[in-house]
């Protein structure tokens, strides 16, 4: 792990850029931070549209949860910002916009070339960010998931039990395969569904939510599109990390 830069923010918030093997990140920690008082690390996940165009929605999270006490880190996704091109990904992307504009259905194969190849490259560079975040000084564990593509946080709670806890946005598509991998999910859950989201099959969503063998599982429903997600969702997430984290 290589640090590039480094810039105090408001509250006294530290940001630091990263790079993980050419894989461009960001480590926020809160001023509390120290070696001798770590922090919980809640990994920051979004969607596939680069760090670039989603940095302000993400640094707000960041010192969101940096005044709850938490640090918080995310990596650029596999083809996406400044990492090199994936054909593939731009063709299932492309297929996706054409359907969209045709007004017709997305397939179940569409979902998989668009949804499955980026979970399989993506979570364990997710595992690898974790290992080299979690040594730092100031930084210790438990370790949280919270939003992003939903099919990815899935996925890191069957397999990393370093995660403790996961807040998911049931904003994204969702490969059939991925209900077998929710009846593997034990850890606390939180799922954030926007009722009228555009493009995303709302009942897709609820059997999702209904496949989660977790003990503890919430589901909470807002009217409004895929951006009208309300302050207090925030508020309910923040909550529930400060259960799960601390």
């Given amino acids: 792990m290589h640090v590039t830069s480094e810039q105090h923010l408001d509250g006294g918030v530290l940001e630091r850029r990263f790079t ?62 400044d990492r090199s091109r994936w054909p593939a990904a731009e063709q299932a992307r492309a297929d996706l916009r054409r359907a ?11 979902v998989d070339a668009l949804i499955l190849p980026l979970v399989e490259k993506a979570v364990p560079e997710w595992q690898a960010a974790l290992d ?15 939003g992003g593509v939903i099919s990815i946080g899935v996925r890191l709670a069957v397999v990393e039990p370093r995660i403790v806890a996961a807040g998911l946005f049931a904003g994204s598509f ?47 429903a807002n009217m409004g599109g895929h951006t009208g997600v309300p302050q207090s969702a925030a508020d309910a997430a923040a909550q529930f990390f400060a259960r799960h984290l601390k």
Wanted: proline share 10%; net charge negative.
């Fill in 20 to 81: 993980l093997d050419e894989i461009p990140g960001l480590l926020w920690t809160p001023a509390s931070a120290s070696a001798s008082a770590p922090v919980p690390l809640i990994l920051l996940g979004h969607p596939p549209l680069g760090l670039r165009r989603m940095y302000p929605r993400l640094v707000a999270r960041a010192q969101r949860s940096a005044a709850e006490g938490f640090a918080t880190a995310t990596i650029e996704l596999p083809g996406s910002g």
């Fill in 100 to 110: 969209r504009e045709a007004g017709e259905p997305v397939s179940d194969e569409l």
């Fill in 132 to 146: 080299a975040l979690l040594p730092l000084p100031g930084i210790g564990g438990p370790v949280g998931y919270s």
């Fill in 174 to 220: 969702v490969p059939r395969a991925m209900f077998e991998e929710a009846r593997q999910v034990t850890i606390p859950l939180h799922v954030l569904l926007q009722w009228d989201d555009e493009g995303n099959d709302r009942q897709a969503a609820l059997d999702l939510f209904d496949a989660f063998s977790s003990k503890e599982k919430s589901l909470h």
